[in-house]
């Protein structure tokens, strides 16, 4: 029965209920049928959000990151990018790549794809190509979001192991330890160095691929634009003649 909290859990969201409503009253639930009077259960949850906090935080960046960008963040990236007329989509994901991981090798987040990729990175990169280029398809600038989202994974995955604090490495020492093995932070760090070089220069090679790529798109969409099997619409987004008609209805 002390598992019921979990079945509360699976019903409240597959019912789209309040999340916080829904965690709290399995909590509570959880609590009554182990036989805990209402100060425990209650002592008991604030001891595991107070524990646990730092986890919140996260959920507070995200209405700040909504109201920095109802109030022209993205826009400001934009026109940052713009004035840069010689700046392609590769050479902005190249940079930002060595950023995340030289800063999560510091020790220093940067926030990742809702605070940082989504709002700032992947509109910069969408521009970028657009000043170079002009008008883009719909799925070339899918392509764009999902390499700057690639910029990001690999930045933080490959740098995460070079910060001597990070939870992976005291984690991994944790465990050869108890195995019987004596490893130091680091040699670990060492280890993990080449590694990261290495997955920095494959993924600076792949965006200039990337570049060569939008450009060869570009070309062909410009042919299709003179055949007219491509318009733009009121987003300056090439469809086709059906699309645009489907967009107007």
Same mark, same amino acid.
């Given at each position: 029965?002390?598992? +019921?909290?979990?079945?509360? &859990?699976?019903?409240?969201?597959?019912?789209?209920?309040?999340? &916080?409503?829904?965690?709290?009253?399995? $909590?509570?639930?959880? $609590?009554?049928?182990?036989?805990?009077?209402?100060?425990?259960?209650?002592?008991?949850?604030?001891?595991?959000?107070?524990?646990?906090?730092?986890?919140? =935080?996260? %959920?507070?960046? /995200?209405?700040?990151? @909504?109201?920095?960008?109802?109030?022209?963040? !993205?826009?400001?990236?934009?026109? /940052?990018?713009?004035?840069?007329?010689?700046?392609?989509?590769?050479?902005?994901?190249?940079? #930002?790549?060595?950023?995340?991981?030289?800063?999560?090798?510091? @020790?220093?987040? *940067?926030?990742?794809?809702?605070?940082?990729?989504?709002? =700032? +990175?992947?509109?910069?990169?969408?521009?970028?190509?657009?000043?170079?280029? $002009?008008?883009?398809?719909? !799925?070339? /600038?899918?392509?764009?979001?999902?390499?700057?989202?690639?910029?990001?994974?690999?930045?933080?995955?490959?740098?995460?192991?070079?910060?001597?604090?990070?939870?992976?490495?005291?984690? &991994?020492?944790?465990?050869?330890?108890?195995?019987?093995?004596?490893?130091?932070?680091?040699?670990?760090? *060492?280890? @993990?160095?080449?590694?990261?070089?290495?997955? #920095?220069?494959?993924?600076?090679?792949?965006?200039?691929?990337?570049?060569?790529?939008?450009?060869?798109?570009?070309?062909?969409?410009?042919?299709? %634009? !003179?055949?007219?099997? *491509?318009?733009?619409?009121? /987003?300056?987004? *090439?469809?086709?003649?059906?699309?645009?008609?489907?967009?107007?209805?």
């Amino acid at each position: 029965m002390e598992l +019921i909290g979990i079945l509360i &859990i699976i019903l409240g969201f597959a019912l789209k209920l309040d999340t &916080i409503a829904v965690v709290v009253s399995a $909590g509570v639930v959880t $609590g009554l049928v182990a036989h805990m009077d209402i100060v425990q259960i209650l002592s008991t949850l604030g001891e595991a959000f107070v524990t646990n906090r730092t986890t919140c =935080l996260f %959920m507070l960046t /995200l209405p700040v990151i @909504g109201l920095c960008e109802r109030y022209g963040l !993205k826009s400001k990236a934009v026109m /940052l990018i713009e004035k840069a007329k010689g700046l392609s989509t590769g050479t902005l994901l190249s940079g #930002y790549t060595f950023i995340r991981e030289a800063t999560i090798a510091a @020790g220093v987040a *940067l926030g990742g794809h809702p605070q940082f990729v989504r709002p =700032l +990175i992947s509109p910069m990169a969408e521009s970028a190509a657009t000043v170079k280029y $002009g008008k883009l398809e719909e !799925k070339d /600038l899918d392509k764009i979001k999902a390499h700057s989202a690639l910029a990001d994974n690999i930045g933080n995955f490959f740098g995460q192991n070079l910060f001597l604090a990070a939870g992976g490495l005291l984690l &991994i020492k944790g465990v050869m330890e108890q195995l019987g093995y004596s490893v130091e932070l680091t040699d670990m760090v *060492l280890y @993990g160095l080449p590694t990261a070089v290495c997955a #920095y220069i494959v993924n600076f090679i792949r965006f200039i691929i990337f570049d060569k790529t939008i450009q060869a798109s570009v070309a062909r969409d410009e042919a299709d %634009m !003179k055949a007219g099997k *491509l318009v733009p619409n009121e /987003l300056n987004i *090439l469809v086709t003649p059906e699309e645009l008609k489907k967009e107007a209805e």
